[in-house]
């Protein structure tokens, strides 16, 4: 018994110093690993990256701002309408200078609001430069192609003479967002069945009131064009198309309904739009979609008639002197029929002015409009 008592003392004995050295063996393995990485930098999965990773991750999230030499912009004003011809000039500059172009960032979000993505890129919000505003004619004749300032166009141009030869770029710029165009066609087809007309040629209508009465005394001495010159209008393009049916839109609809519709008592004459000056593009886009267009005033009515492609009948003479638009449509060379805003003929009469030649005659005689 006693010497069985010492042999199991000795293997406790041995067991102990054996564990004694395993967990002196893990001891000196952990020291060693944590030597070793402190003496060297840390991966790039360690807690804090290497300068140069810093660097890297600096320049990744600071915007790349371009060189403030020789830049061109529009500057953002006035509603969609003018916000849609500070961007067509800017192209219309752009092809004429061979200069590259920015937006500013605010222009660019309220176009894509309405059109697909734009090919023109937006300048950094957090980028800042020293702009020089100039008007567009100006910037035409003055800026020499070796000219290194930056230039902000402004004064809300009309300057579809310049960009007029660019037309097809302009308008692939402004392609509606998908669900515009199919909204205005579905509208477009509800009015058609509505007044039971199966294939008519559908012709747009702008009546642009509320802030013109006011802008129209003050910018060229003018007024609201009325009742009179719409009924004109009206007779004329019937005369045209047999089978027309007039889709009005406008910022003023009551004024609309009352002194159009109702007085006309006529079934080919719809009310379509919706009026809310805060979201545009459904109208523009149910102008753009018709066939023809009649318009009265401001930019927003060009637009629709511009884009929709067909004929075009426009007031003149509503202003002791012409708006920039009417100016430029003209210099651009646009085949618009132009009838007088104010008459004192009957109203089944129409007063059109080619060139600067007057011709008055009876609303069903076919207008001779000059090619």
Same mark, same amino acid.
């Given at each position: 018994? $006693?010497?069985?008592? #010492?042999?199991?003392?000795?293997?406790?004995?041995?067991?102990?110093?054996?564990?004694?050295?395993?967990?002196?063996?893990? @001891?000196?393995?952990?020291?060693?690993?944590? !030597?070793?990485?402190?003496?060297?930098?840390? /991966?790039?999965?360690?807690?804090?990256?290497?300068?140069?990773?810093?660097?890297?991750?600096?320049?990744?999230?600071?915007?790349? $701002?371009?060189?403030?030499?020789?830049? &061109?912009?529009?500057? *953002?004003?006035?509603?969609?309408?003018?916000?849609?011809?500070?961007?067509?000039?800017?192209?219309? !500059?752009?092809?004429?200078?061979?200069?590259?172009?920015w937006l500013l960032p605010e222009m660019k979000d309220t176009l894509e609001k309405y059109f697909e993505p734009l090919s023109t890129p937006a300048l950094p919000r957090e980028c800042k430069y020293n702009w020089t505003e100039?008007?567009?004619?100006?910037?035409? *004749?003055?800026?020499?192609?070796?000219?290194?300032?930056?230039?902000?166009?402004?004064?809300?141009?009309?300057?579809?003479?310049?960009?007029?030869?660019?037309?097809?770029?302009? &308008?692939? +710029?402004?392609?509606?967002?998908?669900?515009?165009?199919?909204?205005? /066609?579905?509208?477009? !087809?509800?009015?058609? #069945?509505?007044?039971?007309?199966?294939?008519?040629?559908?012709?747009?209508?702008?009546?642009?009131?509320?802030?013109? !009465?006011?802008?129209?005394? *003050?910018?060229? +001495?003018?007024?609201?064009?009325?009742?009179?010159?719409?009924?004109?209008?009206?007779?004329?393009?019937?005369?045209?198309?047999?089978?027309?049916?007039?889709?009005?839109?406008?910022?003023?609809?009551?004024? @609309?309904?009352?002194?159009?519709?109702?007085?006309?008592?006529?079934?080919?004459?719809?009310?379509?739009? /919706?009026?809310?000056?805060?979201?545009?593009?459904? /109208? &523009?886009?149910?102008?753009?979609? @018709?066939? #023809?267009? =009649?318009?009265? #005033?401001?930019?927003?009515?060009?637009?629709?008639?511009?884009?929709?492609?067909?004929?075009?009948? *426009?007031?003149?003479?509503?202003?002791?002197?012409?708006?920039?638009?009417?100016?430029?449509?003209?210099?651009?060379?646009?085949?618009?029929?132009? =009838?007088?805003?104010?008459?004192?003929?009957?109203? %089944?009469?129409?007063?059109?002015?080619?060139?600067?030649?007057?011709?008055?005659?009876? %609303?069903?005689?076919?207008?001779?409009?000059?090619?």
């Amino acid at each position: 018994m $006693c010497a069985l008592g #010492h042999l199991r003392s000795w293997w406790l004995a041995v067991s102990r110093r054996r564990s004694i050295t395993r967990l002196s063996l893990i @001891c000196t393995a952990l020291l060693v690993v944590y !030597a070793l990485s402190k003496s060297r930098p840390q /991966d790039s999965e360690g807690l804090h990256p290497s300068p140069e990773d810093e660097q890297r991750l600096e320049r990744s999230t600071t915007p790349a $701002c371009p060189p403030p030499e020789r830049l &061109l912009s529009a500057a *953002k004003g006035g509603r969609l309408g003018n916000i849609m011809f500070e961007y067509a000039t800017l192209l219309a !500059a752009s092809h004429v200078l061979q200069r590259p172009v920015w937006l500013l960032p605010e222009m660019k979000d309220t176009l894509e609001k309405y059109f697909e993505p734009l090919s023109t890129p937006a300048l950094p919000r957090e980028c800042k430069y020293n702009w020089t505003e100039v008007r567009i004619d100006a910037l035409i *004749k003055n800026v020499s192609k070796d000219d290194e300032q930056s230039y902000l166009i402004g004064g809300y141009p009309t300057s579809v003479h310049l960009f007029h030869p660019i037309r097809d770029r302009v &308008l692939r +710029e402004f392609t509606f967002r998908p669900e515009l165009p199919l909204s205005a /066609d579905q509208r477009l !087809a509800e009015l058609a #069945h509505q007044v039971n007309m199966t294939s008519p040629t559908f012709i747009g209508v702008h009546v642009r009131r509320t802030d013109y !009465a006011q802008w129209l005394p *003050k910018m060229v +001495e003018g007024r609201l064009v009325d009742r009179d010159f719409l009924e004109r209008a009206l007779a004329l393009m019937r005369s045209r198309h047999r089978d027309a049916l007039f889709v009005v839109v406008s910022d003023d609809l009551e004024w @609309c309904r009352r002194e159009l519709v109702s007085r006309a008592n006529s079934s080919d004459i719809v009310l379509a739009g /919706d009026g809310v000056q805060s979201r545009p593009g459904a /109208d &523009l886009a149910l102008l753009a979609a @018709c066939n #023809h267009s =009649i318009i009265t #005033h401001g930019t927003f009515g060009f637009w629709g008639a511009y884009m929709s492609g067909g004929e075009v009948v *426009k007031p003149t003479g509503y202003g002791q002197r012409k708006t920039g638009v009417e100016n430029n449509v003209r210099r651009a060379g646009l085949n618009w029929t132009w =009838i007088e805003a104010f008459t004192s003929q009957t109203t %089944t009469e129409a007063v059109e002015i080619v060139g600067d030649r007057r011709n008055s005659k009876g %609303t069903t005689a076919e207008p001779v409009i000059r090619h």
